[in-house]
């Protein structure tokens, strides 16, 4: 059974939870019988936060290398989703294997525009992001790590506030073409 809040009362409008829960049935819908990337487990079958196993990466880079050697089948992420989603972002982490680069932060946070409130827009779908953040892995040069450290979400909170007050503050910097 799918854990939700659901509004009892009658109104002319569809509350924020109920516009949340429509878009995340259709969108774990579709992602079930059209995608072959990777596959979505809800956590403790509630509705609003989401296993994805990253199964497939750019079969040349260095993550798909150290995946092989390390016998890693996928990379997991973990994606929870506000109560004003789809109007806001959802968090997005790497939970396994520890990944250093690919614009992965301490915890597992990712450093990516498109996960933030300036750089979010509903329209994103949640393959569109499971397919950036794969982008950004393979861009960013992503390794497994060896070091034996684990990802936590406090680390990964902590690291995502802090990348929210740095581009607040700083901007996005596009790099050079020379970078892609």
Same mark, same amino acid.
């Given at each position: 059974?799918?854990?939700?809040k659901?509004?009892? #009362?009658?109104?002319?409008?569809?509350?924020?939870?109920?516009?949340?829960?429509?878009?995340?049935?259709?969108?774990?819908?579709?992602?079930t019988?059209?995608?072959s990337?990777?596959?979505v487990e809800l956590?403790?079958?509630?509705l609003?936060? @989401?296993?994805v #196993?990253l199964?497939?990466v750019?079969?040349?880079?260095?993550?798909?290398?150290?995946m092989?050697?390390?016998n890693?089948?996928?990379?997991?992420?973990?994606m929870?989703?506000?109560d004003?989603?789809?109007?806001?972002?959802?968090?997005?982490r790497v939970?396994s294997?520890?990944?250093?680069g690919?614009?992965?932060?301490?915890g597992?946070?990712?450093?990516?525009?498109l996960?933030t409130?300036?750089? @979010?827009?509903?329209a994103?779908?949640?393959?569109?992001?499971v397919?950036?953040?794969?982008?950004?892995?393979?861009?960013?040069?992503?390794?497994?790590a060896?070091?034996?450290?684990?990802?936590?979400l406090k680390?990964?909170?902590a690291?995502?506030?802090?990348?929210?007050k740095?581009?607040?503050?700083?901007? @996005?910097?596009?790099?050079? #073409?020379?970078?892609?």
């Amino acid at each position: 059974m799918l854990k939700s809040k659901k509004s009892t #009362k009658q109104s002319c409008c569809p509350s924020a939870t109920d516009v949340r829960e429509r878009r995340l049935l259709k969108e774990l819908q579709e992602i079930t019988n059209n995608v072959s990337s990777f596959t979505v487990e809800l956590v403790n079958d509630n509705l609003f936060e @989401w296993h994805v #196993k990253l199964h497939t990466v750019d079969k040349d880079s260095s993550l798909a290398e150290g995946m092989r050697q390390n016998n890693i089948s996928y990379i997991l992420l973990n994606m929870s989703f506000p109560d004003n989603f789809p109007f806001a972002p959802p968090f997005v982490r790497v939970i396994s294997p520890i990944v250093e680069g690919g614009y992965v932060l301490d915890g597992g946070a990712l450093c990516l525009e498109l996960l933030t409130p300036t750089g @979010w827009t509903a329209a994103y779908t949640i393959e569109a992001i499971v397919t950036q953040v794969g982008s950004a892995l393979i861009k960013g040069n992503a390794k497994i790590a060896k070091d034996g450290r684990n990802f936590t979400l406090k680390a990964a909170q902590a690291s995502y506030k802090s990348l929210i007050k740095t581009h607040e503050k700083y901007g @996005w910097v596009t790099p050079p #073409k020379a970078e892609g």
